[in-house]
């Protein structure tokens, strides 16, 4: 198995350290990384925030291990520039159209959501994010003058109906695969986009009689997802509204430190990466946690490798050095990034 690391900005190669440590100790020979540049650290070196060496990489490798990118001394880029354009080009590039973002309570962490414990018990649910659509990628998009010499910029949301149906059957799919219900999350009330989006969810419905469809607006379900977040099994929204959602519920369950994802296309290519980004105040201090990474780690094994088993195993060892006690700063601990990974290590059997 080949997996292409990409540690990237930030607290990237912190993280991606100890997820490899862990899967290197679960897989032992049969697992080799291949690193490359991505992100700002490529556009440092190479003019290119995602060099055609670290695409070729991606294309050739079975799964992709994916840190971080963003590096506030880029923010004066150009777009096409941007340590973000790397991430959003392997997605468009790979078609990883699929992004399942798993947002579940650990019991050992009720204490540190900040909702309270009645309200938190039992949250465990999916959001299924569509991830190359959307106003993500829309065109036209920019910035110009109005009429009257005022300066404007704009974006374009669209889905096409093929886009909707696929990430729907991914999202029945899921479904199918837990409770049976799902939850589409859109702002039809408003948007032409999103109209187009609950009709075609409502015509895959057909397909899946067994799967209970239910509609929220984004905005109630934002309000929802605090108020009572065990009402959600599967969540299946478009790219914005689901990268919203997924912070949110990161939250909800103790900290954006803890999510993982896993990046899909048509043909079982997979990127796993945490849902965070690259913490530009905390990086190369030794206080990111690592769990969102390891359990992208989990992943990577479960989705692209087929090794359920260790995927498992991976899952338990974190569930056990959280009952153990160990914390990061996030989790109102005092354990170093290398420690946490540590933890999870010795929690391995
Ligand atoms: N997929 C990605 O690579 C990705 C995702 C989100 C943001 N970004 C980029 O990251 C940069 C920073 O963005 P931001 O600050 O809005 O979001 P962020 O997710 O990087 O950080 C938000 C807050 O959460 C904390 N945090 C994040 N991950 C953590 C972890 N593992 N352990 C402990 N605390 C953690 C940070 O310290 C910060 O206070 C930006 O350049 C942004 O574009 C990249
Ligand atoms: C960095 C950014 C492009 C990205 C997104 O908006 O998708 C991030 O926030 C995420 O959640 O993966
Ligand atoms: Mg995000």
């Not at 896993?262 to 965070?276: Q, R, V």
């Not at 201090?285 to 992943?299: D, F, Q, V």
Request: aromatic residues 4%; contains cysteine.
């Amino acid at each position: 198995m080949r997996i292409a690391l990409l540690a990237g900005d930030g607290i990237g190669p912190e993280i991606t350290a100890e997820a490899v440590k862990i899967l290197k100790a679960v897989v032992s020979q049969e697992i080799e990384f291949d690193e490359a540049l991505i992100g700002g650290a490529a556009w440092k070196v190479t003019g290119s925030p995602l060099p055609e060496e670290t695409l070729k990489l991606c294309k050739n490798s079975d799964a992709i291990l994916f840190g971080s990118v963003g590096d506030p001394e880029c923010d004066h880029l150009e777009r096409a520039l941007r340590p973000e354009q790397a991430i959003l080009g392997l997605r468009k590039e790979l078609d990883l159209f699929a992004n399942l973002r798993p947002a579940r309570l650990f019991p050992e962490l009720q204490a540190e959501s900040p909702l309270k414990e009645n309200i938190v018990t039992g949250t465990d649910l999916m959001i299924v994010r569509e991830l190359t659509g959307d106003v993500y990628f829309g065109t036209p998009r920019g910035q110009r003058k109005d009429d009257q010499n005022r300066r404007e910029g704009f974006d374009t949301m669209r889905y096409n109906e093929d886009e909707v149906k696929r990430i729907a059957r991914i999202g029945f799919e899921t479904a199918r695969s837990r409770s049976g219900n799902l939850c589409s999350i859109d702002k039809s009330n408003v948007l032409e986009t999103s109209q187009l989006w609950r009709t075609v969810v409502l015509e895959i419905a057909q397909e899946y009689p067994d799967v209970e469809l239910s509609h929220m607006y984004v905005d109630n379900a934002a309000m929802q997802l605090v108020r009572a977040p065990d009402q959600f099994d599967v969540i299946v929204t478009g790219n914005l509204f689901g990268d919203i959602l997924s912070d949110l519920a990161s939250a909800c369950v103790g900290s954006i430190g803890l999510l993982p994802s896993a990046s899909l296309n048509s043909e079982g290519k997979g990127l796993y990466e945490p849902i965070h980004g690259s913490a530009p105040d905390i990086a190369g201090l030794g206080k990111a946690n690592p769990l969102a990474t390891i359990l992208s780690g989990a992943m990577m094994l479960r989705y692209s490798l087929k090794r359920e088993a260790d995927a498992d195993r991976i899952e338990k060892a974190v569930s056990t050095a959280l009952e153990k006690g160990a914390r990061t700063a996030d989790l109102g601990g005092k354990m170093t990034t290398s420690e946490m990974g540590n933890a999870v290590l010795a929690a391995l059997n």
